[in-house]
């Protein structure tokens, strides 16, 4: 399939980054501009990437007429203004997640863009990769029987850092935003997936997490969530500590595990379900290859444009929205507030 989505980038961070070498692996499209708060930053992250513009403001980038979809890698609190933006100027969005502080700014984005007909899809590259695919088919398929448990984690090891977005509550910082997200994620998909659903959210949850005394974000937290199949499901998160980083369902007659779930086969190839069976027998390896993560998370995204489609089936907005619900309810048990959450558009 030939390039054809031109993509502008709002924001020059890591991420951004290595969604630019993503899309350049794509294919279905090319990132023709990016932005910056300043000149300087915008014209290194254009010649790094061989971006033919770079804009000095997001504003410009919004008004680039050669820009089709945008996607926005700003921090957290910014997301949501800016997709608003975006959505106004007619330009299709990819945000990265969370894509905002909570559920209701959330449905503030997903309104802007469905009153001017723009596609939109939070940016959870981990639902584009076929594994997931696979595993849902064997999920819905009974490969473990009944699903009884999901246990979902993702944390790493950071050092206090004031400045940092991480560190910060008027950033929108700690694990539950910016990777406690996932687990939370893939919870709500199995439980949907073993009662033939898209997604489930939970009707109960209880938390507990350690927020830190300077920065008010949380160092480390936990959540059980039960849902109305009686699927529980155990998800942690942590800036302060690595933790396995794996997903695993458990099922009457077996399981299923992801050993690297939400950064697998990062710049293509193999990645791994282990299936394990009830009764001692050997676990069975299911090898799924694919193309770099970030490219398939831009031809989900564009494939979905193509088809004219009004949400993007691999992270429809309605998933989004449970997503953050979940979330606002996760913070809340452990008594995280950012002091930005109250604003007007």
């Given at each position: 399939?030939?390039?054809?989505l031109?993509?502008?980038?709002?924001?020059?961070?890591?991420?951004?980054?290595?969604?630019?070498?993503?899309?350049?692996?794509?294919?279905?499209?090319?990132?023709?501009?990016?932005?910056?708060?300043?000149?300087?930053?915008?014209?290194?992250f254009?010649?790094?990437?061989?971006?033919?513009?770079?804009?000095?403001?997001?504003?410009?980038?919004?008004?680039?007429?050669?820009?089709?979809?945008?996607?926005?890698?700003?921090?957290?609190?910014?997301?949501?203004?800016?997709?608003?933006?975006?959505?106004?100027?007619?330009?299709?969005?990819?945000?990265?997640?969370?894509?905002?502080?909570?559920?209701?700014?959330?449905?503030?984005?997903?309104?802007?863009?469905?009153?001017?007909?723009?596609?939109?899809?939070?940016?959870?590259?981990y639902?584009?990769?076929?594994?997931?695919?696979?595993?849902?088919?064997?999920?819905?398929?009974?490969?473990?029987?009944?699903?009884?448990?999901?246990?979902?984690?993702?944390?790493?090891?950071?050092?206090?850092?004031?400045?940092?977005?991480?560190?910060?509550?008027?950033?929108?910082?700690?694990?539950?935003?910016?990777?406690?997200?996932?687990?939370?994620?893939?919870?709500?998909?199995?439980?949907?997936?073993?009662?033939?659903?898209p997604?489930?959210?939970?009707?109960?949850?209880?938390?507990?997490?350690?927020?830190?005394?300077?920065?008010?974000v949380?160092?480390?937290?936990?959540?059980?969530?039960?849902?109305?199949n009686?699927?529980?499901?155990l998800?942690?998160?942590?800036?302060?500590?690595?933790?396995?980083?794996?997903?695993?369902?458990?099922?009457?007659?077996?399981?299923?595990?992801?050993?690297?779930?939400?950064?697998?086969?990062i710049?293509?190839?193999?990645?791994?379900?282990?299936?394990?069976?009830?009764?001692?027998?050997?676990?069975?390896?299911?090898?799924?290859?694919?193309?770099?993560?970030?490219?398939?998370?831009?031809?989900?995204?564009?494939r979905?444009?193509?088809?004219?489609?009004?949400?993007?089936?691999?992270?429809?907005?309605?998933?989004?929205?449970?997503?953050?619900?979940?979330?606002?309810?996760?913070?809340?048990?452990?008594?995280?507030?950012?002091?930005?959450?109250?604003?007007?558009?």
């Amino acid at each position: 399939m030939n390039p054809s989505l031109h993509w502008g980038i709002l924001g020059t961070g890591r991420i951004a980054s290595t969604f630019a070498q993503g899309v350049a692996r794509s294919q279905t499209g090319r990132v023709v501009a990016v932005a910056s708060r300043g000149a300087d930053k915008a014209a290194a992250f254009a010649a790094a990437h061989s971006i033919e513009r770079a804009h000095s403001s997001y504003e410009a980038l919004l008004a680039d007429p050669t820009v089709q979809a945008v996607y926005v890698a700003t921090p957290h609190p910014q997301h949501v203004p800016w997709v608003v933006r975006a959505a106004k100027a007619g330009k299709h969005v990819l945000c990265e997640k969370p894509l905002g502080l909570n559920r209701a700014e959330a449905e503030t984005a997903v309104a802007a863009c469905r009153a001017h007909g723009v596609l939109l899809m939070e940016a959870f590259m981990y639902r584009c990769h076929p594994q997931i695919a696979k595993l849902l088919e064997l999920v819905r398929g009974g490969a473990i029987g009944q699903v009884c448990m999901v246990e979902a984690s993702f944390g790493f090891c950071s050092t206090y850092e004031p400045a940092s977005r991480l560190w910060s509550n008027t950033l929108g910082g700690g694990g539950i935003l910016d990777v406690g997200c996932y687990p939370v994620s893939f919870a709500r998909l199995v439980a949907g997936a073993a009662s033939g659903q898209p997604f489930l959210d939970p009707e109960q949850l209880s938390g507990a997490g350690v927020l830190h005394e300077k920065a008010g974000v949380d160092m480390c937290a936990a959540a059980t969530l039960r849902f109305a199949n009686d699927v529980i499901a155990l998800v942690s998160t942590s800036i302060t500590v690595t933790q396995q980083n794996t997903a695993r369902v458990l099922g009457t007659t077996g399981s299923l595990l992801l050993p690297n779930p939400w950064l697998s086969a990062i710049g293509g190839g193999d990645a791994k379900i282990v299936w394990q069976k009830n009764g001692g027998s050997a676990p069975e390896e299911i090898v799924v290859t694919s193309p770099p993560l970030y490219a398939l998370e831009a031809d989900t995204f564009a494939r979905a444009l193509m088809g004219g489609w009004r949400d993007v089936p691999a992270m429809p907005v309605a998933d989004t929205l449970g997503n953050m619900a979940t979330l606002d309810r996760w913070r809340e048990a452990i008594g995280l507030v950012y002091d930005v959450e109250k604003r007007v558009y």
